[in-house]
């Protein structure tokens, strides 16, 4: 059973810093373009960030170049993103996704990420 | 980039009723189109690839049609579980862009 689990949410100051993890089994990691899509409240989808398989391709929203940056570990199973100088604008919940022919087959559970002092 | 536009943004409906809700390109995609359906509190399951490419597991009454700039999702017979929001997803480039959402409520 494919199964992504989000974490590394929490509360935190506009300018701070977090790092996003997701954790995936069921499926052989290495082989997926992986993505992540946020969720602001009360409000629709919006993709921020790709990277392909082999990480040699990846790819931001312009509403977070620059700030955030997507990464992997395939020895580890792991998705990564790390957010810096984050806004209130950021607040979200934020969805780790798989991707297959660049459609989001599976999604983790989300986990949310509040900006706020 | 590539902007979506859906139609309509919310849309009552009964159970039994045929819907369609329509997601425009703000350029040609071909054919690099996929539906989305969220309930409240869950993440998104994907429905259609491929813009007519229906996802093992779901239900046949859902159909997905369109190329180019203009796509539809159509649900043939709407079932109580079928109420939920609906969104529409590029993927013609490596910069996704998703639609604003389409709400289904009941009529």
């Known amino acids: 059973e494919v199964q992504l689990v989000e974490s590394g949410g929490g509360l935190v100051q506009p300018g701070g810093s977090l790092r996003l993890s997701c954790a995936a089994s069921?499926?052989?990691?290495?082989?997926?373009?992986m993505s992540w899509v946020r969720q602001a409240p009360g409000k629709g989808l919006e993709w921020v960030s790709y990277?392909?398989?082999?990480?040699?391709?990846?790819y931001h929203a312009d509403s977070v170049k620059g700030r955030f940056t997507i990464y992997r570990d395939d020895a580890k199973n792991s998705l990564y993103l790390q957010m810096n100088s984050l806004r209130a604008e950021d607040t979200a919940i934020y969805y780790c996704?798989?991707?297959?022919?660049?459609?989001?087959?599976?999604w983790g559970q989300g986990t949310l990420v509040t900006v706020s002092s | 980039d590539i902007q979506m536009t859906q139609s309509p943004s919310t849309l009552s409906a009964s159970v039994g009723d045929r819907v369609t809700i329509t997601c425009r390109a703000s350029?040609?995609?071909?054919?690099?189109l996929a539906w989305y359906q969220q309930k409240p509190g869950k993440a998104p399951n994907l429905l259609i690839y491929g813009a007519s490419t229906l996802e093992s597991g779901v239900p046949s009454r859902f159909s997905g049609s369109g190329s180019g700039t203009e796509f539809t999702l159509t649900i043939s017979s709407l079932q109580p579980d079928d109420f939920a929001t609906y969104y529409c997803?590029?993927?013609?480039?490596?910069?996704?862009?998703f639609g604003q959402g389409t709400k289904v409520e009941i009529k």
């Open positions: 996704v798989r991707e297959r022919e660049a459609t989001a087959d599976y």
């Open positions: 990277i392909s398989r082999g990480a040699s391709i990846k």
């Open positions: 069921g499926f052989t990691f290495k082989n997926y373009d």
């Open positions: 350029q040609s995609i071909s054919r690099w």
């Open positions: 997803q590029q993927y013609n480039s490596y910069s996704r862009t």
